[in-house]
């Protein structure tokens, strides 16, 4: 079956946030959902509920586990067991539960700035300070800073690293031996990693998503991760998502945040959703990987042909394009608000991922093609 990725199917008046909280006339093209419809078995799943007719309380089937399971076995060769899932509304919830389980108020967490804005929010909340081991720029990519990482872990007795893999907002997907040396310096200074792990389904070509977890025993007993099928098939608004602990003293911790924190249950219609995903819907996420990346590839020519002072980064992963716009010399919030008013496209500002976010664009290109051309073509004319 092919799937029809160009329809433009409208959101406005919808409750949809990513479209009714922009203005009159803005095409919104920043918070981390896409206009495209899901896929067609997770609609028929959530149907055959609806029609059912009763929404009372429900457990977790084993088929929900069971789909987990063969999933991340299936295209991560990650034997995940049955006992290490815990369940959650949404990952950032569970990684505040989890923060809140594994440290106390006032100690650090390590990040790796320009990184998803929810995580400084969520530190912050947690009484928890943010250390920023920045990401190294240069020649057009991002690297980690590893001896960074190495005297930040070693002095800043932070208790968690936040690893966010893949990394938004860059794009990157980190290769086995960058997992294995951020591991190696976590384990060594007693840091467990908390691998947020929700876009590890959305890569492209001829890279590979590496579960953290799965590079060895130790790395598996010192780290979380979270998952979730809500990026990869479009389900943000049904709350479903899964966390690995196979530490039973870690899992047990966190088993006791989540339930405090009454984040622990996930609702019928996204058990529901989940199944479908994991289990009939790989055919629709092959094609919308390819769709993405030749979305990716006309943003990159576009830019070129109009922009050539901008530069796209390479995209590995995630569906959100970095964009490099120094040479525009001027600030990204700056920058992000004339192309509002004038150009009425709403991209993010670089600096809500950190300081060194600064002239920096990030695009969401999760759209159908003639959504990114008019994006772009805003764009082109507010310049």
Known sequence: ??????EIIPRRGTSSSKWDRAGAGVLPMWVADMDFRTAPPITEALVKRARHGIFGYSLLPDEYYDAVINWFYRRYDFAVQREWILSAISVVPAVSAILRA??????????????????????????????????????????????????IAATSGAKVMLLCNPHN??????????LMRTGEICLRHGVTVLSDEIHCDLVFREYRHLP???????????????TSPSKTFNLAGLHASNIFVAHPDL??????????????ENNSFAADSLIAAYNESEEWLKQLLD???????????????????????PLQATYLAWVDCTALQRSSRELSQMLLEKGKVWFNPGTMYGANG??????????????????????????
């Open 102 to 151: 594994l440290t106390v108020p006032g100690d650090k967490v390590i990040l790796q700035s320009p990184v998803y804005n929810c995580f400084y929010s969520t530190i912050d909340a947690n009484g928890c300070q943010a250390v920023s081991n920045d990401l190294i720029y240069r020649n057009g990519e991002y690297t980690v800073d590893f001896d960074g990482l190495q005297r």
């Open 291 to 313: 769709y993405l990346y030749n979305n990716y590839l006309y943003l990159r020519a576009y830019c070129a042909e109009h922009f050539p002072q901008l530069y796209v980064l």
């Open 212 to 226: 953290f977890a799965s590079l060895g025993e130790d790395f598996l007993l010192q780290s979380v991760t979270c």
């Open 169 to 178: 907002p860059v794009g990157r997907v980190w290769t086995r031996e960058e």
């Open 1 to 6: 079956m092919i799937f029809d990725f160009d």
């Open 251 to 264: 899992r047990k911790k966190i088993r006791q945040a989540l339930h405090a924190n009454g984040i622990d």
């Open 358 to 383: 600064e002239g920096f664009l990030r695009i969401n290109i999760a759209c159908p093609r003639a959504l990114l051309q008019e994006g772009l073509e805003r764009m082109r004319q507010a310049l």
